[in-house]
């Protein structure tokens, strides 16, 4: 019989806080592995063809930077939530509303072009996704309602409202009745970085940019601190003098923005039109990115890149092996748990220890628990 | 009078789902957990009983593998939270995660395969009595098995020792370790407690509501699971009351789309969502009565000195 | 009476010893405690006894040692495995649930199945045989703490226990209701059942206590009979030297000062659903007095310490005024810049981000005030500023730490509590309100804030102290008002407060407060 038990660090270990993320990598390609072993595939064809071969050429890291472009955006914004202790899970619904907002102009006003169409779409798409990201914050601050269940049911709404939109009123009237819209025109397309080496586009820039300015705010500026004071302890924060109501705003807003952002992003830059369905879920695997970068905007931006790959490698090897894509969801979700896991070491050392070799009763002299294993 | 009928029947079979997955989350919630994965234990119930069901061709089979593997599932989360003090929303968020992921994934040959149902009851007499005969005795047995889970959650809960000393946990893990309570295991009971009726609302889906695999056909009822149980102030009766208000929508869009009303079938479709923030906000704009309400160490990680 | 050396000892401790990682909690510790004796057990904040109970009760475990219990060693396991030895305790925080009655918090600490209702009747029966009566019930959120402490003693007897360990009893009571206290300890000696009483108050153990031992820093530093030491040789051995006696100068001419901080008809409505409301406050506190505000805990302190910082704002802006300026409208950061200064009740937590470094937590309370030095363009800190001051600080109040700039959660209570209250002196408010300033402080790091209080008061700022320790507040005050009840008695001048006028204030006995007269007196 054997029991767990956690004994707390009198300091936070910096060893493990590095350290975390890497072991949490190292136990999903285990656990991969022993997938794919069960599929009947040899694991080893399996990574290389969902690893390695994906990334081995100019145009497939152009690709990459595609898919991780969001997903740094999205996971910047909610590691600013995520630190002040506010819960919003619904960025996959401000990336939609992002992507509705920015799209009125090319969509309802075709004929408007110019170098001032982009920089409008942008600003429209933050608008979108701040604005859609600021009802959970009212409701949390006005009615003191549970942010996580209300910015998750406002996902769905999304959804269905871009669907209606796209079948409906904004549908392509020369599209043969696809529930799409017009093409976008050439001046409210996001420029590709590179139009001779790949696909990329400034989108990737953006990401980067904000993961620097917001690495910046939270570990510069005092408005970091304030984010992650009301976090850690939100008495001693009301202490200070901050305010949790406007953090509230605060956080929701910024990360709405930027998942906006991250949607018309997409959808002007690899998509060039609203379509029913704009996102396979970078709002939600955000979410990981978020806390395998362990809430740091600079981890974030690796990890939005193995985030990114772990897409990349799920088309290729449904492609090559005909695994279901779905395959990329496990190897998400199960980073995520063993990331969180692993971050247990940060704050306490693990004690197995074993309850049978303790003597039943009377037997006076008193021993250590025999310990199997310590992780220091 | 048979459309009456027959609207309460499908109201019913939809408010099951909710009411199990609800009762459950509400006995964990008691002991001071909060877990956010029940739509990823749900969707797991789901694909099991639908794969079991499938594979060995009796639903009740498939039941009980939805069962077992919400409760399989829960145990990933108990193991997470309990024994290394992660955080429980990050946690449960990632078991939803998982869970949506691994479903579809076990799920790919299923789809578009015929799946198998559970037979509604037939009593012989009792159930061709007008009106009442059908609603009592006619229905699907995992309807039966609501109603009796969420009398005996409340019997336990309220009129047990075992049960007082689970509200206990939930008001202060302090409190009841410092008495030589153990926290822990009863936590880790819970919590499997809840993933099993997690599981069997799944399961429900994919053999009797609609018996098929579809993907992702929770379709964020384990979220609404979760909000049932802020509406009900942790309470099962209010719980019940709240899954047929629930059931209610969700059957009236339905027929509101069938019947053609001319509104856009996406706005009604986005009722139980919207219908879920709506009473959301009801609840909690008493800030007292909620903090009344609230087991008090919910969500606290609970790390004993040794 | 005196203690029963002859006959066999009930508990016997041999070379019990702790650890918690670096730190020897307990070491090797030696206890013996006969049969019908009350034996104090004496030590300073952080001495080990709180951990030396918790493993005689079975929640911690220890390393090393033995434990014999009429002459049988004996594993304690687990405190159900106290209890069915006859081991009962009644902790200092309380073990209680306050979403349940109390019937079901005497409930859950039984093992026997018998329903709720007869579990209330016995509690009931047996709170009035001793005079602590107790209604089962009644939840516990809405009780006073001197009733909650009744729950905890009433399920403890009714477990019949050998042996009761009562873990810092008195300080949550008011002298009277301590008084009360006593003469149930010595019906329940004189029963036959032994007590050991854990304290750092000497005056109460000389009074009722047999035999003493006492720890110092994890270890026995001696046994003695207490009723043969004096109070200060019992100090002496508990904190191993002579601790600086806290000087205070009579003030003059205070009546004319000029009133820094005016409280003028504070009230406010309760906030949450066990908090109480607090009905037309006024005091004014002078440029150069220490004004103490006494009262059992819970009687609406930390609602007064809210409602004056501005952690909570009034509706009517003149109820709290900061030199002279209407400042009930104003938030916290507001009232600092007008020179005031607030140390709340909780360390960790409130005063300070526990998992955040000192010069981080030196932030907390003075990014507003000190923007200038601590904030520069764009809302950039200017963390060597910041690192600068908090090492100055960490000198001038003398702070004990491990590393250069340690997360507050790593410092001891008083070192903590030494950095928070410099904090704020460093900054030379004019206005300093301190919620129990040294609560859970060793003795020498107590001296050292209450000194410089009193230095911060005479060196012409107005300081308010709130604290449940009746010795701190006779030691700095000027004058003593009382809170009971969410209302404040009109301050005392020191000359003219007793003990004992105070401590019937505390228990409500008042003109106006008669409906709240102490039912046990």
Not at chain 1, 68 to 81: D, F, T
Not at chain 2, 239 to 252: D, N, P
Not at chain 3, 4 to 19: S, W
Request: hydrophobic fraction near 50%.
């Amino acid at each position: 019989m054997m029991r767990l038990e956690l004994v707390k660090r009198p300091q936070r270990s910096a060893l493990f806080s590095m350290l975390s993320p890497f072991i949490a990598f190292a136990l999903t390609i285990i656990a991969g592995a022993i997938m794919f072993a069960l599929l009947g595939v040899n694991p080893l064809t399996a990574f290389r063809i969902y690893f390695i071969e994906p990334v081995s050429q100019v145009w497939q890291l152009h690709e990459l930077a595609i898919k991780a472009a969001p997903l740094i955006l999205i996971a910047v914004g909610l590691s600013v939530c995520y630190k002040a202790n506010i819960w919003n899970i619904g960025a996959e619904g401000q990336f939609i509303f992002g992507a509705i907002f920015g799209s009125i102009i090319p969509v309802l006003f075709p004929q408007f072009e110019g170098p001032l169409v982009l920089p409008l779409m942008l600003l429209l798409g933050m608008v979108g996704g701040a604005a859609y990201a600021a009802i959970p914050a009212l409701l949390k601050t006005r009615f003191n309602t549970n942010e996580i269940l209300t910015s998750l049911m406002l996902v769905y709404v999304a959804q269905l409202f871009l669907d209606w939109l796209v079948r409906g009123p904004w549908r392509d009237p020369q599209g043969h009745g696809f529930p799409q819209t017009i093409q976008f025109g050439d001046a409210a397309t996001l420029p590709q970085l590179m139009p001779d080496a790949g696909r990329a586009n400034w989108g990737f820039v953006f990401a980067l940019l904000a993961a620097v300015l917001i690495w910046i705010l939270m570990g510069r500026m005092l408005k970091g601190f304030e984010v992650r004071v009301l976090g850690s302890s939100p008495r001693a924060g009301r202490f200070a003098g901050f305010g949790l109501s406007r953090m509230v705003f605060f956080a929701f807003l910024l990360s709405g923005a930027l998942a906006g952002l991250a949607g018309i992003s997409e959808v002007s830059g690899a998509i060039g039109q609203l379509q029913p369905v704009i996102s396979p879920g970078y709002g939600f695997t955000a979410i990981i990115v978020a806390f395998l970068g362990r809430l740091n905007p600079l981890g974030i931006i690796a990890a939005g890149l193995v985030l990114a790959l772990t897409y990349l490698g799920g088309e290729a090897v449904q492609s090559a092996l005909g695994i279901s894509d779905k395959v990329a969801r496990v190897f998400q979700g199960m980073l995520l748990f063993f990331v969180l896991g692993c971050d247990t070491l940060i704050h306490y050392r693990i004690r197995l220890i074993g309850l049978a070799l303790t003597k039943p009763d009377g037997a006076a002299k008193l021993e250590a628990a025999p310990k199997l294993k310590e992780a220091r | 009078m048979d459309i009456t009928v027959n609207i309460l029947l499908t109201i019913a079979t939809a408010a099951t789902p909710l009411l199990i997955a609800a009762i459950g989350e509400l006995v964990v919630e008691r002991s001071g957990v909060l877990n956010l994965g029940v739509e990823g234990m749900m969707i797991m119930g789901a694909v099991a009983g639908f794969g079991a069901g499938y594979l060995t061709g009796s639903p009740w089979i498939g039941l009980l593998a939805a069962i077992a593997m919400g409760a399989v599932f829960s145990l990933l989360f108990a193991v997470m939270t309990l024994s290394l003090a992660t955080n429980q929303v990050a946690t449960g968020l990632s078991l939803t995660l998982l869970g949506l992921g691994l479903s579809g994934m076990i799920g790919t040959s299923f789809v578009g395969q015929p799946g198998v149902r559970l037979p509604n009851l037939d009593i012989p007499g009792l159930s061709s009595i007008p009106v009442v005969g059908k609603l009592l005795f006619g229905q699907d047995p995992v309807f039966y098995i609501s109603i009796a889970l969420t009398a005996a959650v409340m019997w336990f809960l309220f009129k047990t020792r075992t049960g007082l000393t689970l509200r206990s946990i939930g008001d202060s893990h302090a409190s009841a370790h410092a008495l030589g309570i153990k926290v822990i295991r009863y936590r880790y009971l819970s919590v499997i407690f809840g993933g099993a009726c997690a599981g069997l609302a799944g399961g429900h889906l994919s053999l009797v509501y609609t018996p098929q695999w579809v993907e992702n056909m929770s379709a964020g009822r384990g979220w609404i699971a979760l909000a049932l149980v802020v509406f009900a102030s942790w309470r099962p009766w209010r719980v019940l009351a709240g899954a047929y208000i629930f059931g209610a929508v969700w059957i009236g869009q339905l027929h509101a789309q069938a019947f053609g009303i001319p509104v856009p079938s996406q706005m009604l479709s986005s009722l139980p969502y919207l219908a879920t923030v709506v009473v959301l906000v009801l609840i909690s704009r008493n800030k007292r009565l909620t903090m009344m309400n609230t087991p008090a160490s919910l969500g606290q990680p609970f790390v004993p000195d040794r | 009476m005196s203690a029963n050396h002859d006959g066999a000892n009930l508990l016997e401790v041999r070379g019990l010893t702790k650890i918690f990682g670096t730190l020897t909690a307990c070491d090797h510790i030696d206890l013996n405690i006969a049969k019908g004796e009350i034996h104090a057990l004496l030590g300073e904040n952080g001495a080990g006894k709180s951990t030396l109970v918790k493993m005689l009760f079975g929640s911690l475990e220890p390393n090393s040692g033995e434990i014999f219990w009429n002459g049988q060693a004996v594993r304690i396991t687990s405190p159900g495995a106290a209890k069915k030895l006859g081991i009962g305790m009644v902790f200092q925080h309380f073990s209680l649930f306050e979403a349940l009655t109390a019937a079901e918090n005497i409930a859950l600490s039984l093992d026997d199945g018998s329903p709720i209702s007869s579990i209330a009747a016995k509690a009931r029966a047996l709170s009035y045989s001793y005079g602590l009566p107790l209604d089962p019930e009644s939840l516990v959120g809405d009780l006073s703490v001197g009733e909650r402490q009744r729950i905890e003693i009433i399920r403890c007897l009714l477990q019949t226990p050998q042996l009761i360990i009562l873990d810092e009893p008195t300080s949550v009571l008011t002298p009277q209701e301590a008084d009360k206290l006593f003469e149930t300890l010595e019906r329940l000696r004189s029963e036959g059942k032994s007590i050991l009483y854990i304290s750092h108050r000497l005056e109460e153990v000389k009074r009722i206590c047999d035999r003493a031992t006492v720890l110092r820093h994890g270890k026995v530093v001696g046994h003695c009979n207490p009723r043969e030491e004096t109070a200060a040789s019992l100090a002496r051995m508990m904190v191993g030297n002579e601790v600086q006696a806290v000087v205070r100068a009579p003030v003059e001419g205070i009546e004319t000062a000029q009133p820094l901080l005016e409280i003028r008809s504070l009230s406010r409505k309760p906030a949450t659903p066990f908090s109480i409301p607090l009905k037309t406050i006024s005091l004014n506190v002078r440029a150069g007095e220490v004004i103490g505000i006494a009262g059992v805990a819970g009687n609406g302190q930390g609602e007064f310490f809210e409602s004056v910082s501005g952690e909570v704002l009034q509706q009517d802006a003149a109820s709290v005024r900061i030199r002279g300026k209407d400042a009930g409208g104003l938030t916290i950061t507001g009232r600092r810049l007008l020179g005031a200064a607030f140390v709340p009740e909780e360390r960790l937590g409130h005063g300070a981000a526990p998992r955040m470094k000192l010069s981080e937590n030196l932030l907390l309370s003075r990014h507003a005030t000190d923007g200038r030095a601590f904030v520069g363009a764009g809302g950039m800190v200017k963390s060597g500023a910041v690192y600068a001051a908090s090492q100055r600080i960490i000198e001038a109040m003398d702070v004990r730490k491990s590393a250069p700039d340690p997360e507050a959660a790593a410092l001891s209570g008083g070192n903590l509590q030494k950095f928070i209250v410099g904090r704020e002196l460093d900054r030379r408010p004019s206005v300093m309100v301190v919620n129990q300033p040294t609560w859970g402080v060793d003795a020498g790091a107590a001296a050292h804030i209450r000194q410089a209080l009193i230095e911060l008061s005479r060196s012409g700022s107005a300081v308010l102290v709130i604290s449940q320790d009746l010795d701190e507040l006779f030691e700095i005050s000027d004058a003593i008002a009382v809170m009971h009840n969410g209302e404040l008695s009109k301050p005392m001048p020191i000359a003219e407060a007793t003990f004992e006028k105070v401590g019937l204030l505390m228990g409500g006995a008042e003109p106006g407060h008669a409906e709240h007269t102490l039912e046990t007196a």
